[in-house]
């Protein structure tokens, strides 16, 4: 994906802004995640007819059109117009990371088909103004490319940086590969499966301490009730599979109340956070309820071995 980006003033009538005029082509929009908000964005015809459309970021279109509907208005870049053929949402700003990537605000950009910013401002852009004057000759600020997967981001670099060398003796160009992002994205990710498997952890132990508490009382409490059932011949493995169905039905009705809260907490997230978009998969949800039976089971094998186990004489006479 080519772009091409350039500081200018951006004008409507008496209203003003100072943004960056972004010539690219219709992928720059799904590369950068920007949503629309009204109208289109550019389309490959577009680049084609060198039409004079513009796309206004969010903030953009809220400084020079805060009461109108921009759609179908012109504003000025350079000497020339521009009709207005869409807006986009808001869109966050991303952050400069280790020097690999320069953090960009997409709010205050208005994008145009690439061919028409070539044409209209040409290669080389004089800047002179009070105090000051600079030259800039510039084909393409960059070129951006996208791989299918993150592992062929290494791979790729190389390949790369072969075929641009040559056409590029003087190293005037400089090819940036997100490494620092990518790694410190597995860092977090890494810190967060550790964090959040130890607080897991630490809750399933504690559940599991209170569930094997709460049968050991229960036996106690049942002793007589075993007594009598195993006199009346009832085998040592029917008392450990009667106390496991009772630990299992416990631990089942957590799971099912975890599960419950567990898919509505991203429902609350979406009302309240409506840039968040949390996603509960099948495979998760059966997994956490597994385990949570799976808790249970272990947890209960201690009580109802101890239940089975019992002397049923010893089991008749307690009170």
């Known amino acids: 994906m080519p772009i091409r980006e350039i500081r200018k003033q951006i004008r409507y009538l008496n209203r003003v ?33 060198y039409e004079n459309f513009a796309v206004l970021a969010a903030d953009t279109a809220r400084t020079l059109f805060p009461y109108e509907d921009p759609l179908g208005k012109s504003v000025k870049l ?21 020097g690999s990537l320069s953090s960009q605000d997409f709010n205050k950009d208005v994008y145009i088909p ?58 005037d160009v400089t090819m940036v590969v997100p490494y620092d992002l990518l790694m410190q994205a597995q860092a977090t990710a890494r810190q967060f499966s550790i964090i959040l498997g130890t607080i897991a952890s630490i809750s399933l132990l504690v559940g599991g301490i209170g569930i094997m508490n709460i049968m050991l009382a229960t036996v106690t409490e049942r002793t007589r009730e075993i007594g009598i059932r195993r006199a009346l011949g009832a085998k040592r493995r029917d008392i450990t ?6 630990t299992i039905v416990l631990s089942g009705v957590g799971g099912v109340l975890g599960v419950c809260i567990g898919m509505g907490i ?54």
């Open 266 to 319: 991203p429902e609350i997230l979406r009302y309240f956070a409506t840039d968040q978009e949390p996603v509960v998969t099948g495979s998760s949800v059966l997994l956490a309820f597994g385990i949570s039976v799976a808790i249970g089971i272990l947890f209960g094998l201690y009580p109802a071995r101890r239940a089975a186990l019992m002397d049923p004489i010893e089991a008749l006479r307690h009170e």
């Open 17 to 49: 802004i100072e943004g960056r005029v972004v010539g690219t082509t219709n992928d720059y929009a799904d590369f950068n995640r920007l949503e629309i908000e009204k109208g289109r964005f550019l389309s490959p015809s577009d680049d084609a007819r």
């Open 241 to 246: 599979q009667q106390f496991l169905i009772e």
């Open 78 to 98: 350079g000497s020339d117009y521009y009709t207005i053929i869409g807006v986009t949402k808001e869109r966050t700003a991303t952050a400069g990371i280790g």
């Open 114 to 171: 690439l061919n028409t910013c070539k044409l209209r401002f040409g290669e080389r852009l004089i800047d002179s103004r009070p105090g000051s004057f600079s030259v800039e000759e510039t084909q393409l600020s960059q070129i951006t490319l996208q791989v299918f997967e993150i592992d062929q981001v290494r791979k790729s670099a190389p390949i790369i940086e072969a075929a641009v060398s040559p056409k590029h003796p003087k190293k």
